[in-house]
Structures are given as structure tokens and as C-alpha cells.
């Protein structure tokens, strides 16, 4: 058995990722770190968890506990000015390490950057699978974009590419604001941070070339969705993303089958479906992911897999028809 240990375990991706390692057969939770729950068993995450779990400890105990692979479910500025680990797996789930221009910080998330970027890796599995062990963690927008977009990007005019995005309330995380209140999301959809998302840069950063991502809340509590539209140079998009798509834990729908949030709520998988615009002639890929899950703990338990030599699904929600 491989020891993992959790920064920042009461939110959203780190209640996840420890639901997922809950069920790995290859890893162990040797220490939950939360600064607000510290002293507290781990009844005090969920009433369902019993005695086989560890107590909650402050998030600095955690990250000193030497696990073998460590799960950074903070903040953005909070985990950038952490020192990682001289040893040992880091998967980062926040935003700190995603981007190489530290400079770009200060735009695009609102602080400074003091920590160190080097020996980061933006890992997205299918894509691009880290070789060390320092990982950052790809965001959920960002995730479903290149998905849908990357293995097209030498077949697609980079000029113009819009990324029109759709996800739960639970993307914008645990702690309290208006924006998350029933009384504002409930029977309303609403667009935010127009022009000015986090997760533009980082996915420009893969592409090679910038987009137009447009975000949305639903009133939902999971789930993502983006429509992208391009111009296509060649054509044989379909057969680029079966080839990059084969045999992972995306699924390329066939013709005319459109992603539905519905199948990915609660999974680690995602859909991707392309179509042609009749009018225009533009491709039209979708994506459909969980945020909390291939956007957040499921691809980083992926991520951590793939770093410590593990087979890559293991600990993952594929299975199973959702009704």
C-alpha cells in the first residue's frame, strides 16, 4: 500500500478526493489536514466515516506526515505559498502551479506569486501525463476545453476559437458568497467572470494559442459543459480525437449523440461529441465532465496514479449506468 495524505480536506475536491481513495485498493489516507476542523475525528468530514480513518490534523501536520502522495485541495494563493515536500508525490489542485509566467498571476488570480513554479508539471493524462512529481492539477473549464480542442489544434484556425462553458454551483467551491446562495442561483443562469476566467491563460498555455472562454452558472449542484466553436482547416477531426481518445477514460460519442451532464454527474469519465454547423460550416465540439470529478479529485487520483506506477483508473468512478 502507497500513504496519501490530504491538505485542506472539509472542501469540496478534498472531500471527493478522499471519497475516491476510500475506495483505492492501492492507497492508503495516513493524514487529513484541515485548519478549521483540526482536533476533530473524521466524523466531523461526514457522520458516515468510523474509527479506520485518521483524526483531522491542521493542514501543516498533514503535509509534514510523509505520505508518499499528497493531495493540495486549498486555496490559490494558500497553496502558492507553500514549500513542497523535498520528497515524495505532490498533486496540487489548485491554480497556483498551473500557469509558467509567474507575472500572470497578478492578471489573471489577483496575488503575487512568492513560491516557486520550478519542477511543476500541468498534467492532463490524455493529453500530456506528468513525468515528475511535482503536478499541478489542470482546472475544470480548462480540462473540458482542451479535451474537446487539443487534439484538433493543427487542424483548426487558431484565429477566433470561442469556448462557451456552463457548470454547478459547487465549481466556485464551499465557502459562502452571494453568487452561491439558493435565492441567486435557483431558477437562473447566469454568465460571471466575462473575459476575465482563470482557466483562459491555462488553456492557451497548452493549445498554443489563445481562446474566448465565456462562463455560466446553472442552477445545479455538479457537472460541466462546454461548447467550443473553430474554423476547421482539415478533414479528419473525428478520426484525430478516436485516435487520442482510445482506450482512456474519455468516450467520443458517435455522430449525431450529444454529451449529457446527466451521464457524467458523479463520474471520473467524459464525453466528447463533434458536430458541423450546416449554416457556417464551423466545427462544434462538446465536452461534457463532472467538475468535481474529471475537472477536480478524480482526474488529480488519475494524475497521482500515474505518477507512483499505479494503473492509471484505479480508485476512479467509470462504472456503472446513472439513471
Known amino acids: 500500500m502507497h500513504t496519501a495524505a490530504i491538505l485542506g480536506c472539509s472542501g469540496y475536491t478534498g472531500l471527493e478526493t478522499l471519497d475516491r481513495l476510500l475506495s483505492h485498493p492501492e492507497l492508503e489516507v495516513v493524514a487529513l489536514g484541515s485548519n478549521s476542523h483540526a482536533g476533530s475525528g473524521a466524523s466531523a468530514l461526514d457522520v458516515r466515516l468510523n474509527g479506520s480513518l485518521p483524526p483531522v490534523v491542521t493542514n501543516a501536520e498533514a503535509a509534514a506526515a510523509g505520505a508518499e502522495v499528497t493531495f493540495w485541495c486549498l486555496g490559490h494563493e494558500e497553496a502558492a505559498g507553500l514549500e513542497p515536500p523535498a520528497d515524495g508525490v505532490v498533486v496540487d489542485l489548485s491554480g497556483a502551479h498551473r500557469l509558467r509566467n509567474p507575472a500572470l498571476y497578478t492578471q489573471w488570480y489577483g496575488f503575487e506569486h512568492q513560491g516557486g513554479l520550478d519542477g511543476w508539471e500541468y498534467a492532463l493524462p490524455e493529453l500530456h501525463a506528468a513525468e515528475g512529481r511535482l503536478i499541478a492539477n489542470p482546472g475544470c ?16 484556425d487558431p484565429d477566433g476559437v470561442v469556448v462557451d462553458g456552463k457548470s454547478g454551483v459547487s465549481g466556485a467551491g464551499r465557502s459562502l458568497q452571494p453568487s452561491s446562495h439558493a435565492g441567486f442561483v435557483l431558477e437562473n443562469v447566469s ?7 482563470q482557466h483562459e491563460p491555462e488553456i492557451a498555455q497548452l493549445l498554443g494559442f489563445p481562446v474566448t472562454l465565456a462562463t455560466h452558472l446553472l442552477p445545479i449542484r455538479r457537472g460541466l459543459l462546454v461548447t467550443c466553436y473553430a474554423r476547421a482547416t482539415g478533414n479528419d477531426l473525428r478520426e484525430r480525437l478516436e485516435k487520442a481518445y482510445a482506450g482512456t477514460v474519455v468516450r467520443v460519442l458517435p455522430e449525431g449523440a450529444t454529451p449529457e451532464l446527466a451521464r457524467v454527474q458523479h463520474t471520473d469519465g467524459a464525453e466528447v461529441a463533434l458536430f458541423t454547423d450546416l449554416a457556417t460550416g464551423r466545427a462544434i465540439v462538446v465536452c461534457a465532465i463532472d467538475n468535481l470529478g474529471k475537472g477536480a479529485a478524480g482526474q488529480a487520483v488519475q494524475n497521482a496514479n500515474l505518477a507512483l506506477g499505479l494503473e492509471e483508473t484505479l480508485g476512479l468512478r467509470l462504472a456503472g449506468v446513472l439513471v
Not at 454568465?191 to 476566467?197: L, N, P, Q, R
Open 191 to 197: 454568465a460571471y467572470k466575462v473575459g476575465a476566467h
Open 141 to 156: 473549464y480548462a480540462t473540458a476545453a482542451l479535451l474537446a480542442l487539443a487534439p484538433l489544434a493543427d487542424a483548426i
